[in-house]
C-alpha cells in the first residue's frame, strides 16, 4: 500500500527576502526557504537535530505552500529504521545554513522515499545567494556563526558581519538583523517539537582504525580535499555487493599508505549516510563502487567497478605524482639530460648507448593462439545457448543467426584453416557485425564463449583481419566482444581466456593492432591490468600474451621513428598510459609463482614498453616507487616464484640491472 508524500515549505524571512532582497542584494530572491517532508502523518525536519511533530506543529506554524512529492511504498518501521541511521550524521553540531541544513536532509529523506527531489528554486537557493556580492562578503562570517556558536546553542554572527554588510549594503543593520533572524528561526527545534537528541559529531570526518575517514556532508568532503596533497575517495552504499569485495582493499591500501599531515587521506563517502548522496550528485557518481583519485583539490582519474588490481595501480600513480622520489632515479634523469648535451636530440636516449643483449635477441613477432577446435562441434555448442533463449530481440531472427553460422560463417573458418588453402576464402563480411550484436544482445556472457572463439580464428585471415581495421568504432565486434567481457565484475574464465586470446589474435595484422592500441585502448587497458592478476594461471598467461603484443607493436613502431626521424617525438606516446602499464606489469611478475612462461613474456613486456621510451626521465622515479629491481631480482632468488631457464634469468638480470633503479 502507497503513502502520501509532502513539502511543507515555510519562509524564514516571513516575506522580508520578497521586500528587501533587491536592496540589499542586487537580486529578487522570493525567498529564505526551509522545508520539511510529511509522511504517515508526522512532520519530519532538521535543525537542532532531527525532530518530528505533528503537521504543522513546529515552531515554524503553517507552512506558506505544501508540494505534493508523489507516493511511496516503503513502510513506516523502515522509513523509521532509516531515519535512526541519519541521526548519526545530521546532528546540531553539523548545521551550516548554507552547506548543510534542513533542505540537505529533506532532500535526502525525498529521495529514499520516492526516488525524487525537492524543487531546484529551493535547492539552488544558497549559490543564488552567494553570487550576489552581499552574500559573497558574508560567507566567512556565516562560517564563523557555524564553528562558534552562541551559549544558547543557537549561532549568532560575529561582529565582522555588519562590517561586512556595511561594504556591500546600504542597509548593514537591517542586513546583519535579517541574517541573525534567519539563522536562529533555521538552527530552532522550536518549543512545539519533539526533539530526537542526536550525538554530537567529533569532527567532520572520522578516520576508523584502518586510516578511512568516513564522510557524510559536502563541507567535510571538501575539508579533506583542500587539507591533503593526494585523496583517494571511495562511493560505496549498503546494499552494493561489489563495495563489499572491494572494500578490505581499499581499507587495506589506507592502512598502508596514508600521510598525515596533509599527505595522503583516503575517505569512504556511503550514499546512503547523511548528504552522500549529495556528495556523489556533486562529482557524477551514477554508480558503486565508484573511486575518485584527486590531487590537490583536482580530480586525476576515475575508477568504477570492483577492479583490485587497477585500484591499486591508480593509488600508487597518484601517490607518485604527488610524491615524487629523488634518490637514485636523479642519475637517470641527469643521465638523460647529459646525453642530450653530448649527444643532441636525435641521439639523446641512455638506451642507445647500453648494451642489452637479451633485450636485443627478443623477437617481436606477436603471439598468436591458431590452434582450430572442431567447428561443428563450436557451431553446435552456440547453437544450444541460441534455441534456449525465448524471447528473442534484435536485428536477425534465431532462424537468421543459425543459419548464417552453418552457411557461411563456418564454411569461412573451415576453408581458412585448411592447410593449405585451396583457393582463397571469400565471404560477406559487412552483415557479421550485425550477427555479433544479436548474439551478444541475446545470451548471456558465459555463453559468448563460442562467439568471441570464432572470431579468433577468423581474425587469423588477413583479408578479415583488414575488414575488421576498417570497421572503427563501438559497433566493431572486437569492441563488442571486449566490452562484454567488461561489463562484468566475474566475467566467466571461459570467456575472458578467450577474449583474450582473439584480442592477442588481432596483432596478425599490423592495421588491426594498430586501431586496437588507438581506438580501444582504454578498454584493452582495463582488461590487461585486472586479467594480469587473474587467480587462474590459464587467464594470466593468455593476458601476458596480449600485454607482450601491445608492447612489441610499440617497439616496432618506435624502431621504424628512430630509423625513420633519428628519435621519437614524447608528444606522440602516452606518459599516464605507460607508467598504468608499467605498474600493472611490475605487480604481475612480483605475483607470478606458477609459470616461468608468463614471467617471461612479463618481463619482455616490461623492457620492450621502457626501451626507447621517450618518457624514461618520468618513468624512473616511478619504478623506484614501485621497487623495480628488488621485484625482478626476486625472480632470481631459489624457492617459489623463482626462474630457473637460463634464457629467462638472463632478461630478468638485464632488465634489473640496466633498465630499472
Same mark, same amino acid.
Given at each position: 500500500?502507497?503513502?502520501?508524500?509532502?513539502?511543507?515549505?515555510?519562509?524564514?524571512?516571513?516575506?522580508?527576502?520578497?521586500?528587501?532582497?533587491?536592496?540589499?542584494?542586487?537580486?529578487?530572491?522570493?525567498?529564505?526557504?526551509?522545508?520539511?517532508?510529511?509522511?504517515?502523518?508526522?512532520?519530519?525536519?532538521?535543525?537542532?537535530?532531527?525532530?518530528?511533530?505533528?503537521?504543522?506543529?513546529?515552531?515554524?506554524?503553517?507552512?506558506?505552500?505544501?508540494?505534493?512529492?508523489?507516493?511511496?511504498?516503503?513502510?513506516?518501521?523502515?522509513?523509521?529504521?532509516?531515519?535512526?541511521?541519519?541521526?548519526?550524521?545530521?546532528?546540531?553540531?553539523?548545521?551550516?545554513?548554507?552547506?548543510?541544513?534542513?533542505?540537505?536532509?529533506?532532500?535526502?529523506?525525498?529521495?529514499?522515499?520516492?526516488?525524487?527531489?525537492?524543487?531546484?528554486?529551493?535547492?539552488?537557493?544558497?549559490?543564488?545567494?552567494?553570487?550576489?556580492?552581499?552574500?559573497?562578503? #558574508?560567507?566567512?562570517? *556565516?562560517? !564563523?556563526?557555524?564553528?562558534?556558536?552562541? =551559549?544558547? +546553542?543557537?549561532?549568532? /554572527?560575529? &561582529?565582522? %558581519?555588519?562590517?561586512?554588510?556595511?561594504?556591500?549594503?546600504?542597509?548593514?543593520?537591517?542586513?546583519?538583523? #535579517?541574517?541573525?533572524? *534567519?539563522? !536562529?528561526?533555521?538552527?530552532?527545534?522550536? =518549543?512545539? +517539537?519533539?526533539?530526537? /537528541?542526536? &550525538?554530537? %559529531?567529533?569532527?567532520?570526518?572520522?578516520?576508523?582504525?584502518?586510516?578511512?575517514?568516513?564522510?557524510?556532508?559536502?563541507?567535510?568532503?571538501?575539508?579533506?580535499?583542500?587539507?591533503?596533497?593526494?585523496?583517494?575517495?571511495?562511493?560505496?552504499?549498503?546494499?552494493?555487493?561489489?563495495?563489499?569485495?572491494?572494500?578490505?582493499?581499499?581499507?587495506?591500501?589506507?592502512?598502508?599508505?596514508?600521510?598525515?599531515?596533509?599527505?595522503?587521506?583516503?575517505?569512504?563517502?556511503?550514499?546512503?549516510?547523511?548528504?552522500?548522496?549529495?556528495?556523489?550528485?556533486?562529482?557524477?557518481?551514477?554508480?558503486?563502487?565508484?573511486?575518485?583519485?584527486?590531487?590537490?583539490?583536482?580530480?586525476?582519474?576515475?575508477?568504477?567497478?570492483?577492479?583490485?588490481?587497477?585500484?591499486?595501480?591508480?593509488?600508487?600513480?597518484?601517490?607518485?605524482?604527488?610524491?615524487?622520489?629523488?634518490?637514485?632515479?636523479?642519475?637517470?634523469?641527469?643521465?638523460?639530460?647529459?646525453?642530450?648535451?653530448?649527444?643532441?636530440?636525435?641521439?639523446?636516449?641512455?638506451?642507445?648507448?647500453?648494451?642489452?643483449?637479451?633485450?636485443?635477441?627478443?623477437?617481436?613477432?606477436?603471439?598468436?593462439?591458431?590452434?582450430?577446435?572442431?567447428?561443428?562441434?563450436?557451431?553446435?555448442?552456440?547453437?544450444?545457448?541460441?534455441?534456449?533463449?525465448?524471447?528473442?530481440?534484435?536485428?536477425?531472427?534465431?532462424?537468421?543467426?543459425?543459419?548464417?553460422?552453418?552457411?557461411?560463417?563456418?564454411?569461412?573458418?573451415?576453408?581458412?584453416?585448411?592447410?593449405?588453402?585451396?583457393?582463397?576464402?571469400?565471404?560477406?563480411?559487412?552483415?557479421?557485425?550485425?550477427?555479433?550484436?544479436?548474439?551478444?544482445?541475446?545470451?548471456?556472457?558465459?555463453?559468448?564463449?563460442?562467439?568471441?572463439?570464432?572470431?579468433?580464428?577468423?581474425?587469423?585471415?588477413?583479408?578479415?583481419?583488414?575488414?575488421?581495421?576498417?570497421?572503427?568504432?563501438?559497433?566493431?565486434?572486437?569492441?563488442?566482444?571486449?566490452?562484454?567481457?567488461?561489463?562484468?565484475?566475474?566475467?566467466?574464465?571461459?570467456?575472458?581466456?578467450?577474449?583474450?586470446?582473439?584480442?592477442?589474435?588481432?596483432?596478425?595484422?599490423?592495421?588491426?593492432?594498430?586501431?586496437?592500441?588507438?581506438?580501444?585502448?582504454?578498454?584493452?587497458?582495463?582488461?590487461?591490468?585486472?586479467?594480469?592478476?587473474?587467480?587462474?594461471?590459464?587467464?594470466?598467461?593468455?593476458?601476458?600474451?596480449?600485454?607482450?603484443?601491445?608492447?612489441?607493436?610499440?617497439?616496432?613502431?618506435?624502431?621504424?621513428?628512430?630509423?625513420?626521424?633519428?628519435?621519437?617525438?614524447?608528444?606522440?606516446?602516452?606518459?599516464?598510459?605507460?607508467?598504468?602499464?608499467?605498474?600493472?606489469?611490475?605487480?604481475?611478475?612480483?605475483?607470478?609463482?606458477?609459470?616461468?612462461?608468463?614471467?617471461?613474456?612479463?618481463?619482455?613486456?616490461?623492457?620492450?614498453?621502457?626501451?626507447?621510451?621517450?618518457?624514461?626521465?618520468?618513468?624512473?622515479?616511478?619504478?623506484?616507487?614501485?621497487?623495480?629491481?628488488?621485484?625482478?631480482?626476486?625472480?632470481?632468488?631459489?624457492?617459489?616464484?623463482?626462474?630457473?631457464?637460463?634464457?629467462?634469468?638472463?632478461?630478468?638480470?638485464?632488465?634489473?640491472?640496466?633498465?630499472?633503479?
Amino acid at each position: 500500500m502507497s503513502t502520501p508524500v509532502q513539502l511543507y515549505v515555510y519562509d524564514l524571512s516571513n516575506g522580508l527576502a520578497r521586500q528587501l532582497s533587491m536592496q540589499l542584494t542586487g537580486r529578487q530572491i522570493d525567498g529564505i526557504w526551509h522545508t520539511s517532508v510529511v509522511v504517515f502523518g508526522k512532520e519530519i525536519f532538521y535543525g537542532q537535530g532531527i525532530s518530528i511533530t505533528p503537521p504543522g506543529g513546529s515552531h515554524l506554524g503553517q507552512p506558506s505552500s505544501v508540494i505534493e512529492m508523489g507516493e511511496t511504498a516503503i513502510d513506516e518501521d523502515t522509513f523509521e529504521q532509516y531515519l535512526s541511521e541519519m541521526h548519526q550524521q545530521f546532528t546540531a553540531e553539523k548545521y551550516h545554513l548554507l552547506d548543510f541544513n534542513c533542505n540537505t536532509f529533506t532532500n535526502e529523506c525525498i529521495a529514499f522515499l520516492t526516488g525524487g527531489s525537492i524543487p531546484d528554486y529551493i535547492k539552488s537557493l544558497p549559490a543564488d545567494f552567494l553570487s550576489t556580492p552581499f552574500g559573497a562578503a #558574508l560567507r566567512p562570517n *556565516i562560517d !564563523a556563526m557555524y564553528r562558534r556558536g552562541a =551559549p544558547s +546553542g543557537l549561532p549568532t /554572527p560575529p &561582529p565582522e %558581519a555588519t562590517r561586512a554588510a556595511a561594504q556591500v549594503s546600504p542597509s548593514p543593520a537591517l542586513a546583519t538583523g #535579517l541574517l541573525e533572524a *534567519i539563522a !536562529a528561526r533555521a538552527s530552532s527545534s522550536g =518549543p512545539t +517539537g519533539s526533539y530526537m /537528541p542526536t &550525538p554530537a %559529531a567529533t569532527s567532520p570526518s572520522t578516520p576508523d582504525v584502518t586510516g578511512v575517514k568516513s564522510c557524510a556532508d559536502p563541507t567535510s568532503f571538501q575539508s579533506i580535499l583542500r587539507d591533503n596533497h593526494a585523496v583517494i575517495a571511495f562511493f560505496t552504499s549498503k546494499t552494493c555487493g561489489p563495495c563489499r569485495v572491494i572494500e578490505p582493499v581499499f581499507q587495506g591500501l589506507a592502512q598502508q599508505k596514508t600521510r598525515t599531515n596533509g599527505g595522503v587521506a583516503f575517505t569512504k563517502v556511503d550514499l546512503g549516510v547523511g548528504a552522500g548522496a549529495a556528495i556523489a550528485g556533486q562529482y557524477g557518481v551514477r554508480a558503486t563502487p565508484t573511486f575518485f583519485f584527486f590531487l590537490d583539490g583536482r580530480k586525476t582519474h576515475e575508477l568504477r567497478g570492483a577492479n583490485a588490481p587497477e585500484l591499486r595501480t591508480q593509488v600508487d600513480l597518484l601517490i607518485y605524482e604527488a610524491f615524487p622520489r629523488k634518490s637514485t632515479s636523479d642519475y637517470w634523469i641527469s643521465m638523460c639530460s647529459r646525453a642530450s648535451d653530448l649527444l643532441g636530440p636525435c641521439l639523446a636516449h641512455p638506451h642507445k648507448s647500453v648494451s642489452l643483449p637479451a633485450i636485443d635477441s627478443i623477437s617481436l613477432k606477436p603471439i598468436l593462439f591458431t590452434q582450430t577446435p572442431n567447428l561443428d562441434t563450436l557451431l553446435s555448442k552456440l547453437n544450444e545457448f541460441i534455441d534456449s533463449i525465448s524471447p528473442w530481440t534484435g536485428v536477425l531472427t534465431q532462424a537468421q543467426v543459425k543459419q548464417a553460422l552453418s552457411k557461411t560463417v563456418i564454411p569461412f573458418l573451415k576453408t581458412s584453416s585448411t592447410p593449405p588453402p585451396l583457393q582463397p576464402p571469400t565471404a560477406p563480411f559487412d552483415y557479421w557485425p550485425a550477427l555479433v550484436s544479436s548474439l551478444v544482445s541475446n545470451l548471456t556472457v558465459g555463453n559468448l564463449f563460442p562467439l568471441a572463439d570464432i572470431w579468433r580464428i577468423a581474425l587469423l585471415n588477413p583479408r578479415f583481419s583488414e575488414w575488421s581495421a576498417a570497421k572503427r568504432g563501438p559497433q566493431n565486434p572486437i569492441n563488442v566482444l571486449l566490452s562484454k567481457a567488461l561489463e562484468s565484475n566475474d566475467a566467466p574464465r571461459n570467456y575472458l581466456l578467450t577474449v583474450l586470446r582473439m584480442l592477442s589474435n588481432a596483432f596478425s595484422s599490423a592495421n588491426l593492432a594498430r586501431e586496437c592500441i588507438t581506438s580501444m585502448r582504454n578498454d584493452l587497458t582495463a582488461i590487461l591490468v585486472s586479467t594480469l592478476l587473474h587467480e587462474n594461471v590459464a587467464v594470466r598467461s593468455a593476458a601476458a600474451s596480449l600485454a607482450f603484443n601491445v608492447a612489441a607493436h610499440l617497439q616496432k613502431h618506435r624502431l621504424e621513428k628512430i630509423e625513420s626521424h633519428g628519435n621519437i617525438d614524447p608528444e606522440e606516446e602516452d606518459l599516464d598510459w605507460e607508467l598504468e602499464v608499467i605498474s600493472a606489469l611490475l605487480e604481475a611478475i612480483g605475483r607470478e609463482n606458477a609459470s616461468e612462461d608468463t614471467v617471461h613474456r612479463l618481463t619482455a613486456s616490461l623492457a620492450l614498453v621502457l626501451r626507447f621510451s621517450p618518457h624514461i626521465g618520468d618513468l624512473i622515479p616511478l619504478m623506484e616507487v614501485l621497487r623495480s629491481r628488488s621485484i625482478l631480482t626476486g625472480k632470481l632468488q631459489k624457492g617459489d616464484g623463482g626462474v630457473t631457464q637460463v634464457e629467462i634469468r638472463k632478461l630478468v638480470t638485464e632488465v634489473a640491472e640496466k633498465l630499472c633503479p
